[in-house]
């Protein structure tokens, strides 16, 4: 009985714990939401009181002055053709080192992955951009963004490209298959989890990047909606309903990409590749 009363005392205290952890990370959430709905005057206090009157037109504004129509079409293209061209090569990547396990590969699969640790110099980065005439242009952000999301993507499926037994891979081929439509036709859908959480983490990274394209894109035109949120906020930094609203319009797609795909991370974090 002594045993039973402290587990359930543990199980309360546990319980109270994760919901005052809870409150903490959603205040900051609702925070933003309530007050994008505020006038201007009422807004500054940054309150979490329910505004007075609910202000829809704060989400006109601030597409229309924070040009937010053009910077998510940029954020669209970037993270969108990126996270294409990432998963295509890092997916196909990712099998041909998990079926060929002699050295010179595995130091090749070594030498990529270790690109998710070694820090970019934006220095020697920047001058190679110059000289190939990338710099300021969509296509050279694109391609910024598929390297640095290349080694952790080889990393996320080589694990689940290992785990598919290579009897497929003899079948596919007796069967007639080359290596393209095996690849495409038998070990990709295999990997449906471990694709669609790499393109969710992908989009994420690549959508909410700041650093990039704050240094390789000049052009106000060809800023992603990170740029946007942040020269937005120097012109109306003392209008908390407008930047409010502007976080939450910024934050939205990725919070759809996310809940999207959902199911996907799950089951691409606690299952195998093959089920058996």
């Known amino acids: 009985m002594v045993g039973g009363r402290k587990g359930k005392i543990k199980m309360v205290l546990l319980n109270l714990i994760a919901i005052l952890v809870s409150l903490i990370v959603i205040m900051p959430i609702v925070l933003i939401i309530i007050n994008s709905f505020k006038a201007t005057g009422e807004a500054m206090t940054m309150t979490i009181?329910?505004?007075k009157k609910i202000v829809i037109s704060n989400f006109g504004t601030v597409i229309e002055?924070?040009?937010?129509?053009?910077?998510?079409?940029?954020?669209?293209?970037?993270a969108g053709v990126s996270t294409i061209?990432?998963?295509?090569?890092?997916?196909?990547?990712a099998y041909v080192f998990s079926r060929r396990r002699n050295k010179s590969f595995e130091a090749l699969y070594m030498y990529l992955v270790l690109g998710m640790v070694i820090p970019v110099n934006y220095v020697s980065l920047m001058k190679v951009m110059q000289v190939l005439q990338l710099n300021?242009?969509?296509?050279?952000?694109?391609l910024l963004y598929v390297a640095?999301?290349?080694p952790f993507t080889i990393f996320l499926l080589y694990g689940f490209v290992s785990k598919i037994?290579?009897?497929l891979d003899e079948a596919a081929i007796i069967d007639g298959c080359n290596a393209v439509e095996l690849y495409f036709t038998i070990i990709m859908p295999l990997l449906k989890p471990a694709i669609v959480t790499g393109m969710v983490l992908c989009f994420l990274n690549t959508w909410n990047e700041f650093v990039m394209p704050l240094y390789f894109l000049n052009s106000s035109e060809k800023w992603p909606?990170?740029?946007a949120v942040y020269n937005f906020f120097g012109q109306y930094e003392t209008s908390w309903n407008l930047i409010c609203a502007d976080v939450i319009l910024t934050c939205a797609p990725v919070i759809i990409m996310y809940l999207l795909g959902q199911k996907y991370i799950v089951g691409g974090q606690t299952a195998g590749a093959v089920k058996g």
């Open 49 to 51: 009181n329910l505004p």
């Open 85 to 93: 061209v990432t998963i295509v090569l890092g997916s196909m990547s």
């Open 165 to 167: 037994p290579t009897e």
């Open 136 to 142: 300021n242009t969509a296509l050279g952000i694109i």
């Open 65 to 78: 002055k924070g040009k937010l129509a053009r910077s998510f079409c940029n954020s669209l293209l970037y």
């Open 148 to 150: 640095i999301q290349t």
């Open 225 to 227: 909606m990170t740029l």
